[in-house]
């Protein structure tokens, strides 16, 4: 039984690249959340999602940040014209989506920008 | 809006010695409670968690925790700490009808052979 799947497990873009990052939920999971952390700093909410709708993106930078989660194939987490502080640890967890459900996390994209 | 508060940053420990992580949260009302633990270059597993029933909780590894409403608190404990459990350890709150939780900063914990 897969668990969440994210790939890719390092990224390196250059300032001004694009840096397109997956997440397949583990099955049977209708719900993906999307997690950003810094060093030294726990996690930080950024955006959650059902297949096809936005739920909740109350924490994702208003600009060149966007997140989908199309009714087939994984969910995106998409960054556009990447700055040096947007390198971070991205995660995502999925889960069944009910109130007294659980979030199981994927290992995890690490982004670095040059 | 509800907070988590993981007072020790930074634990270290020899093996066999007790453990208690603190998680202090603010939230009035229902709460679910996390604990999770990363393993160094690794993601997030659960530890435990608590919805309802007894605040003893026990999880993983020999680990438990104790849901203590009158101190809004959810410290995470245990008896005799092993080398492997050199990580880095989060509390989350997630208030009754949210879905998402708010995690605390992180506690790290290394434990000297």
């Known amino acids: 039984n897969a668990g969440v799947m994210q790939n890719p497990r390092h990224l390196v873009r250059r300032r001004g690249q694009e840096a397109r990052l997956r997440c397949s939920p583990m099955k049977g999971h209708s719900h993906v959340y999307w997690y950003r952390q810094l060093p030294e700093e726990g996690l930080k909410f950024m955006v959650y999602l059902q297949k096809e709708n936005i739920i909740d993106e109350s924490g994702m930078p208003k600009e060149r940040f966007s997140a989908e989660f199309p009714k087939e194939g994984p969910s995106i987490l998409r960054i556009q014209q990447v700055v040096r502080g947007d390198s971070a640890a991205y995660f995502c967890?999925?889960?069944?989506?009910?109130?007294?459900?659980?979030?199981?996390f994927g290992p995890g994209t690490r982004l670095t920008v040059l | 809006a509800q907070s988590v508060s993981q007072h020790n940053h930074h634990v270290i420990l020899s093996e066999a010695a007790s453990l208690e992580l603190g998680c202090n949260y603010s939230y009035g009302g229902t709460v679910n409670l996390f604990w999770y633990v990363q393993y160094p270059g690794q993601h997030l597993q659960l530890l435990l968690k608590y919805f309802s029933g007894d605040p003893l909780v026990k999880g993983i590894k020999g680990f438990e925790a104790e849901f203590i409403k009158s101190k809004f608190s959810f410290n995470l404990r245990k008896p005799s700490v092993q080398w492997s459990d050199t990580a880095e350890y989060f509390c989350?709150?997630?208030?009754?009808?949210?879905?998402?939780?708010?995690f605390g900063r992180g506690t790290s914990l290394i434990v000297h052979p």
């Open positions: 967890a999925s889960s069944t989506g009910t109130v007294e459900d659980t979030q199981y």
């Open positions: 989350a709150v997630r208030g009754g009808g949210s879905y998402i939780p708010t």
